[in-house]
């Protein structure tokens, strides 16, 4: 089982432009959620997408939208990126559990710098 | 609104002694708490949560962690402190997994 996986390791843009991140979460998890982590900050919660909706969102701008496929992957895009916007994306998965009390699963994270 | 604060951004600790770091929550409803680890340019790592029942709770690599309801704390702990422990420690709760702002761990020889 290779765990979560997130593609790119890294990723450099420019302002203004868009991002498309994307994630394939632990075999047999059908949850994703996104978070944005910014240098020596702990995780913001992003959203989290199960049965290919929406579920949960955080505090973030309509900038940032996503998609989850039949197969339980997700993507995470970016428009109309800002400086702000650096910091490591990371995904997570967990096996969907709406008490919260499961643990999730995270990927390494895509590190994008925004010049 | 569900929260959680970790009041020390560092803590310093010398190999084989006890360690501890702290976390408070404001939550309403259950208090299902969580702890993770994260080591440079990787990815969060579970360590243990409360979820209801006993206090101390066991989890990975030797730490536990004591829900206390009256002083609405989750500290995690460890008898005996590894140099390999050091990396940044997240507490967390609930379902959408609102994290603290992190206490960076350093265990010296």
């Known amino acids: 089982d290779a765990g979560v996986t997130q593609s790119p390791t890294h990723l450099i843009k420019t302002r203004g432009q868009q991002v498309t991140l994307r994630c394939s979460p632990k075999?047999?998890?059908?949850?994703v959620s996104w978070y944005q982590q910014a240098l020596g900050q702990g995780p913001q919660f992003i959203f989290q997408y199960y049965e290919e909706e929406e579920r949960q969102r955080g505090n973030f701008p309509d900038r940032f939208s996503g998609h989850q496929f039949p197969n339980y992957s997700s993507e995470l895009n970016v428009n109309a990126l800002l400086l702000g916007d650096s910091a490591l994306y990371l995904c997570?998965?967990?096996?969907?559990?709406?008490?919260?009390?499961?643990?999730?699963?995270f990927g390494p994270g895509t590190r994008l710098t925004v010049l | 609104a569900q929260s959680v604060a970790q009041p020390e951004d560092q803590v310093n600790v010398a190999e084989g002694n006890p360690l501890t770091v702290k976390c408070t929550y404001s939550v309403s409803g259950n208090p299902y708490l969580f702890w993770y680890v994260q080591y440079p340019n990787r990815g969060l790592q579970f360590l243990l949560k409360y979820i209801t029942g006993d206090n101390l709770v066991k989890g990975s690599y030797g730490f536990e962690a004591e829900f206390n309801k009256s002083q609405t704390s989750f500290h995690l702990k460890k008898p005996s402190a590894l140099v390999s422990d050091s990396a940044l420690y997240f507490c967390a709760v609930r379902n959408d997994m609102r994290f603290g702002a992190g206490t960076r761990l350093t265990v010296k020889p």
């Open positions: 997570a998965s967990r096996d969907g559990d709406w008490g919260g009390r499961d643990e999730q699963f």
């Open positions: 075999s047999g998890h059908d949850t």
